[in-house]
């Protein structure tokens, strides 16, 4: 399956519905349980009305009329529909309810009757007891919905003195004015329908209540997954289509960074990455474009000087000779400073950074070109050999572009940065151009034919500085000239 979406939703889908499972077979479980202990309890009360009825009806040889009738009076005072069956099962008597109900061969009458025998063989029948579904505290019971036994009184009461009252009428071993009220509530022993579905038909079993009701919020809560996930997945799909377009060379393709979660994260980070990548690969194209130019003009050079040296007199081979050496170093220098300008656009951060002291550094690199070195001891944490190029590029800028006055070279700290100052008192540099001058192959009107020079040295310091977590700038001199800062973190 190669939709994420689905894999995520059947997997959410798929743990609901062991959830399910399971809580339905402990839900029915404990029901069962619970049922059982309710029909142990019925069955002990059957018994013991079984047996306060076998100690209160007559005999099994006094007459069938009475005890026919004194089956009626207690199926009366108990509002059960009673039998009673002889040793052999010939019928001596019974309710009329329970005639009534048998006669009409109803299922779930005939299958709750009870069949108890007594200790004198004979046969009492009587139905397995609901309890009634209100809660309204007249304590009646119910042997099926809507019927309600008993005499003509209010709520089914027999009247007092009449069949079903106290006094006359009462059966053997009991005397006036012990008259049975009705029992107790019993507990309810059928499948009642379930509480938490009430708009089920009556008489449904439990166990399809409850089924119904886990089916209900599997349904539910797997529909309302379905959009989160989809929403989610929907997210994941962009980025994909995001990266796919970007490594088909869509450099300005960025996707969307909608929420705070982590596919968000993802997705700006890829922006990120997006943007440095872009940055970097239009890096590498200005500077193989600027390389080529500037390649062209030595490469020329030197064809004409190659071409002509064999024809030249002798006096002038000499010459060609050392146009070609300085065409032969420039060549050098220029490949030189591009591939450590590649070097630093693909690196974000050193290989190593240690311990490097400033003030020796300068004084070793201003030697080279004659310049003067103040200031006091600094120490920075970076590459010594990058931090030497760096201060050598901005000698060499500054003795080649500075006029004839002195080179300066000033340290000094300014807070936790260590500042380094290489000063010149040359034409200075105007102040629209301050900026572009640190731009790769840029150079100032005019002074390629003068100076020559590529273009890289101060694009080289701004890079290096910036690896090292500080910046370089250039400002005007007062009195003239140009000054330019490089401010590194000190270590």
Sequence with gaps: MRSLYLRIYLTVVAALALFALVSGWLVQRHLEEQRARVEAVQRERMAAWADLLQRSLPAADAPREEQAAALRDWSQRLRLPLALDDAEGRRIGAAEQYTRREAEGRPAFTERVLTIRLEDGRLLRLPRLRADRNDRGDRSDRVDRGDRLGGSGPGGVPPEGGPGGTGAGMGPGIGPGMGVGPPPRLPDTRRPVAPWLPGLPPGIPEGVGLAALLAVLFIAVAGGAWPVVRRLTRRLESLKHGVEAFGAGD????????????????????????????????????????????????????????????????????????????????????????????????????????????????????????????????????????LRRALRNLLENGRRYGGNGALEVALARRGPQAEVRVCDRGAGVPEAYRERIFEAFFRLPGHAERAGGVGLGLALVRQIAERHGGHVACEAREGGGSCFVLTLPAG
């Excluded at 596919?263 to 943007?275: D, I």
């Excluded at 146009?323 to 050193?350: C, F, M, P, T, W």
């Design 251 to 386: 450099l300005h393709r960025r996707v969307p960074e909608d929420g705070r979660d982590e596919v968000a994260a993802v997705a700006a980070s890829f922006n990120r990455a997006a943007a440095q990548v872009e940055a970097l690969v239009g890096s590498h194209k200005s500077l193989l474009a600027n390389a080529s130019h500037e390649l062209r003009s030595p490469l020329t050079r030197l064809k004409m000087a190659l071409e002509m040296i064999e024809d030249a007199p002798a006096d002038q081979r000499a010459a060609l000779k050392r146009e070609i050496d300085a065409d032969i170093a420039e060549l050098d220098a220029l490949v030189e400073e591009v591939l450590l300008s590649s070097r630093l656009d693909a690196k974000a951060v050193l290989d190593a950074a240690e311990p490097v002291a400033l003030l020796p550094l300068a004084a070793e690199e201003a030697a080279r070109v004659g310049a003067e070195v103040s200031g006091e001891p600094l120490q920075v944490r970076g590459d010594e050999r990058l």
